[in-house]
């Protein structure tokens, strides 16, 4: 989807497009994140059967696979800007908040904290390029390993994720002993950084960022990694395996989830004025083409 410079969108006031839900009642915060069943809603049943698929096949063994795949970097070249143009062709099927491309949120995203945020343009970068990792799914990968809230594999599942109670029942890690208790394959209080992370756009733009030298603050960067992990920065799971440093980690991604939720809506912000604002910022901070 395209917005032309005169169109009523693109005319409209920028102001006016920034939090609309808080501002003009487009959406109450409580009608975020909603996971309930409906069978006659398709955007539901959409989103349901993503995370089933999701959580039928998000094995150890699985991430692993998908690890050697992509963290070769081999995929593609492309810079910053061009990748987030391929995001005008994604709808995120995990998402039952907005059915629009993806492109819309990551603008939506980051004039939000640029408006909280106006000394920290890095900021207003990861805000813009978050979901990135989600070019994915144009290289043959099914979307639900690409989108939706992430969680450690090779562990007990936690008891906060989303549809939890019964999706995991066709996944054989699950029923094996190395996985399936509370630690399973990791040490009591091994810290955030070394939970083994289901597959998705969290892990791989992360990857990205780290293989091309971005030049982010590492809160940024945990910002990226994790901002997708509710289970843990939302439902209060996995404690078992956190160290104290963690909380300073939990800090950083709830900042940044304030904006990346709460900031979904139906208007449309006039993205091609924006443009060269944000490319100033991939200038800066991860210019030139990256390998993917």
């Keep these: 989807m395209k917005i032309k410079r005169d169109s009523p969108v693109s005319m409209m006031d920028p102001s006016l497009l920034l939090r609309p839900e808080e501002k003009y009642g487009d959406k109450p915060l409580e009608a975020f994140r ?16 993503t995370y089933y698929d999701m959580h039928s096949n998000m094995t150890v063994d699985f991430v692993k696979g998908k690890m050697d ?8 070249k492309s810079t910053v800007k061009d990748a987030l143009i391929r995001l005008n062709d994604l709808v995120d099927e995990s998402d039952p908040d907005i059915d629009l491309p993806n492109i819309v949120h990551a603008f939506q995203t980051a004039e939000r904290i640029r408006e909280d945020h106006p000394d920290d343009d890095w900021f207003h970068l990861i805000g813009l390029i978050h979901d990135l990792g989600k070019v994915m799914a144009f290289y043959e990968e099914p979307q639900w390993c690409v989108v939706g809230d992430t969680f450690p594999v090779g562990c007990k599942w936690g008891k906060s994720i989303v549809y939890g ?11 094996n002993p ?6 399973g394959m990791y040490k009591p209080k091994c810290g955030l950084e070394n939970l083994m992370m289901s597959w998705g756009h969290d892990e ?14 590492q809160k940024g960067l945990y910002m990226i990694r994790y901002h997708s992990f509710y289970p843990w920065h939302a439902g209060g799971d996995y404690k078992h395996l956190l160290v104290d440093g963690d909380n300073e980690i939990m800090k950083h ?3 940044f989830n304030k904006y990346d939720l709460y900031t979904k809506s139906a208007a449309i912000p006039d993205i091609e004025t924006l443009w060269p604002y944000y490319e100033s910022l991939i200038d800066k901070y991860i210019p030139g083409e990256l390998e993917w």
Excluded: A, G
């Excluded at 795949?69 to 593609?76: A, G, T, V």
């Excluded at 109670?165 to 029923?175: L, R, V």
């Excluded at 791989?204 to 603050?217: A, T």
């Design 204 to 217: 791989y733009l992360y990857r990205v960022l780290m293989h091309n030298k971005s030049k982010f603050p």
């Design 69 to 76: 795949k992509w963290l070769k970097f081999n995929h593609f």
């Design 165 to 175: 109670d019964d999706s995991f029942k066709t996944n054989p890690d699950t029923y």
């Design 253 to 255: 991604v709830l900042e």
């Design 34 to 49: 909603d996971y309930s069943v409906d069978e006659t809603d398709p955007i539901k049943q959409r989103v349901r059967k």
């Design 178 to 183: 190395k996985y399936n208790t509370d630690c």
